[in-house]
């Protein structure tokens, strides 16, 4: 068993004209994320904004569904989705960075479908690595626009 | 008084087990109340991977524990878990039903 406590997690305080803004500027991409590593090549931060989904099952339960990362989980209590979803994010980067499982984080995100943007790729001018999530299925597509995203920062100490 | 249709929940304990023994179990991973499971295989990890929340009641849901016994291959035991533990018996009567039944 691995146990990271020292990754901080709190959400962006955004004023909601940043957020509207940012929300149109993601019309083209379902997700965006943003990787930052130190020169040792050391995972340092991640801001993910990416859209979730939650709701109540016949038995009382809350499945949550985050499908740009591959993510269904059930949480008993409603007060604990957001805490269940930070963790399960959080898990997924300690397995390819720090419990050696994968081929590291980039690596698995763009097996999964995840995409370096076009214009980040002719530009290329900064060190920190982003990548978006691109669908060709149109119904997940409507889908992800009509949901609030979910903004999430990642602080890895 | 629980609905005699309603699906059984499985103890986190006996799944938690369960995969420890299974062959097809890669490795595992506890952060904060979720834990994850990963399959071994070629695919890419977030397609490897299944996560279960701990609450306070510590069950797990009849969907996420016959999703986890297919994937790890333990139906078998699971049902005759639940046969014994909570006298649900896939595809047939549980005994609440059948005192309902005229």
């Not at chain 1, 038995?59 to 059930?74: S, V």
């Amino acid at each position: 068993m691995h146990d990271i406590k020292n990754i901080s997690l709190y959400l962006s305080n955004d004023t909601i004209e940043e957020s509207n803004k940012r929300s149109r500027d993601m019309k083209h991409s379902m997700a965006t994320l943003e990787v930052t590593r130190n020169i040792h090549g050391k995972l340092v931060q991640v801001i993910i904004s990416t859209p979730t989904w939650s709701k109540l099952t016949e038995d009382n339960f809350h499945l949550i569904q985050i499908p740009t990362f591959g993510i269904e989980l059930f949480v008993e209590d409603g007060s604990d989705i957001d805490m269940a979803i930070s963790d399960s994010i959080k898990a997924l980067i300690t397995a390819t960075e720090t419990a050696g499982l994968g081929k590291g984080f980039e690596q698995e995100l763009k097996a999964f479908g995840w995409e370096i943007p076009q214009e980040e790729a002719k530009e290329n001018q900064s060190d920190d690595i982003s990548l978006e999530f691109n669908t060709n299925n149109e119904l997940l597509f409507d889908l992800m626009h009509s949901s609030q995203p979910q903004e999430l920062e990642l602080q890895l100490a | 008084m629980a609905s005699p249709f309603q699906l059984p929940t499985v103890d986190y304990d006996f799944i938690h087990q369960q995969l420890k023994k299974s062959p097809n179990l890669e490795s595992s991973l506890r952060i904060g109340y979720v834990t994850s499971y990963f399959k071994n295989g070629t695919s890419p990890l977030i397609k490897r991977a299944s996560y279960i929340h701990h609450g306070k009641s510590n069950q797990v849901p009849f969907e996420k524990a016959t999703a986890l016994a297919y994937k790890f291959g333990f139906m078998n035991e699971l049902l005759d878990w639940l046969r014994d533990n909570r006298q649900y018996v896939d595809g047939g009567i549980s005994d609440m039903a059948k005192e309902l039944s005229p």
